[in-house]
């Protein structure tokens, strides 16, 4: 699967263009969770492993609690 676009204001302390998808993946899924758009995360559920996204959920620090939350629902329907 193709890597997005990823939006500059969402990353908003890192040069988007020196991301990797697989280095930095961690980052890219909380900021995806914390402040992505629809598409965005679209995107994150198909390029990603639900294991992955699921394990970042549980064990990230730098997640925001609601976003935790509320990912922590949606992993459960």
């Not at 890192?14 to 961690?26: G, I, W, Y």
């Amino acid at each position: 699967m193709q890597a997005i676009n990823l939006r500059q204001s969402l990353f908003w302390d890192t040069d988007v263009s020196k991301l990797d998808t697989q280095k930095n993946a961690t980052y890219i899924i909380e900021r995806i969770m914390d402040f992505g758009n629809d598409d965005e995360v679209r995107w994150m559920r198909k390029y990603y492993p639900k294991e992955l996204i699921a394990s970042i959920c549980k064990s990230s620090k730098e997640l925001h609690k609601s976003s935790r939350n509320l990912w922590t629902k949606l992993a459960s329907l």
